[in-house]
């Protein structure tokens, strides 16, 4: 597999020796929960001398009902995030939808996220480059791994080569997704950390009927897969009770079952790095 750059966050370093993880709920769902699961999701890291990246949103700008939960919003959030950096020393993690909310996300994390649905979005990558910040890009569902090259050049484009690839999966038919493991070894060759979302690799869009369904239960195999083929790290959304989850319940992996599969997957790291 290509050597791709190192991007460090803090103590974190994707592209490394270790295995990177970035995880936390889906949405911020009350600052008492999000500060909970960030206690239990550091502490476990440390007990296992993994590198960690914790992530949630402000915002799910884009459920698939008008009903649906969508978060706090960005003051309340980005408060809450800056207080989950500032009190755990833990790298945030969060994703920006419109092009202005970029400068403000980058007071209070220490990576922005693009949306799939959103990564061809110029205004929103040029925005999100100008921060400074560190950018994770997940690849669209829609897009070729090869196609990520315009992406990056939008990014470099604007001065920022600080730059994170995240594989979540490529449409299959209606209301299904397949992760294609090719995918992983195609972005890396672009020279870039590339990292797999076990969790929404394994969506299924709308198929809830007014939410998205998924099956969670392959998340863990899946993450098995990628990081044998070659990652720099493994995303996934956890819960304490999933089954509670306002945002991708079908999907997130209890917290109880990560001392488990993160101990895996950092053995299959070291076995194959």
């Known amino acids: 597999m290509v050597k791709s750059k190192q991007i460090k966050v803090k103590k974190v370093v994707f592209g490394g020796k270790r295995l990177a993880f970035i995880a936390g709920p889906c949405v911020i769902e009350s600052a008492e929960g999000t500060f909970d699961l960030a206690a239990k999701l550091v502490k476990l890291a440390n007990e296992l001398a993994v590198p960690l990246v914790f992530k949630a949103s402000f915002d799910k700008a884009n459920r698939t009902s008008l009903d649906s939960y969508r978060g706090p919003g960005m003051e309340e959030g980005l408060a809450i995030l800056r207080e989950v950096r500032d009190r755990f020393g833990v790298p945030v993690l969060t994703d920006v939808h419109e092009p202005w909310q970029a400068e403000h996300a980058a ?18 990558l040029t925005a999100a480059a100008a921060t400074g910040k560190v950018v994770n890009v997940k690849k669209g569902q829609f897009m070729a791994p090869e196609d990520m090259v315009n992406v990056v050049d939008k990014i470099t484009g604007a001065g920022n080569d600080q730059i994170i690839l995240t594989e979540r999966g490529a449409s299959f038919g209606y209301r299904n997704l397949v992760a294609d493991m090719r995918s992983l070894l195609i972005m890396r060759e672009l020279g870039y950390p590339v990292v797999f ?10 198929g809830a009927g007014k939410m998205s369904g998924g099956d969670g239960r392959w998340a863990p195999a899946l993450a098995r897969a990628a990081v044998a083929t070659g990652v720099d790290g493994v995303f996934m959304e956890t819960h304490v009770n999933p089954e509670e989850a306002l945002s991708d319940k079908a999907n997130a992996v209890a917290f109880r079952d990560l001392k488990r599969l993160w101990k895996t997957l950092g053995a299959i790291h070291d076995m194959v790095r």
């Open 197 to 206: 979302d076990a969790t929404h690799s394994v969506q299924r869009p709308g």
């Open 107 to 124: 007071q209070a994390v220490d990576i922005i996220q693009i949306p799939a649905f959103l990564c061809r979005q110029t205004d929103l």
